[in-house]
């Protein structure tokens, strides 16, 4: 297992844009990285997903169009580039491995990030 450390949450208003980082510990080439948020008084979501080598993508419905996620694996990095933000955005987001791909649930993922909180204003 790696440890994950994401980075770049902070306040920003409504229709702006963030990028959050996911750095690792090591190797995620081998691993389906996706992205998850929680906001206060709701359970975890899932937001997208990479395919191990960048070759495939899923978004959840809610953050399609919006969100792009994308990954590094020369320097263990998942990316998540967040544009037309809205209130309903904001939320802990975490990072997180899977050595699956296909199943979008919390359960199916393994190792996880302590999270960035991402504050969207109206």
């Known amino acids: 297992q790696v440890q994950l450390v994401e980075s770049g949450g902070k306040l920003v208003q409504a229709g702006g844009s963030l990028r959050l980082s996911c750095v690792a510990s090591g190797d995620i080439f081998k691993y389906t990285m996706g992205w998850f948020r929680q906001a206060p008084g709701k359970e975890r979501e899932f937001v997208t997903a990479?395919?191990?080598?960048?070759?495939?993508?899923h978004y959840a419905e809610s953050v399609k169009g919006r969100f792009t996620i994308s990954r590094d694996n020369a320097k263990n990095t998942v990316y998540l580039q967040m544009n037309s933000l809205k209130p309903e955005d904001t939320a802990v987001y975490f990072c997180?491995?899977?050595?699956?791909?296909?199943?979008?649930?919390?359960?199916?993922?393994?190792?996880w990030g302590q999270g960035t909180q991402v504050t969207v204003s109206s």
């Open positions: 990479i395919y191990y080598n960048g070759d495939y993508t």
């Open positions: 997180a491995t899977s050595l699956r791909w296909g199943l979008w649930s919390v359960p199916e993922f393994d190792s």
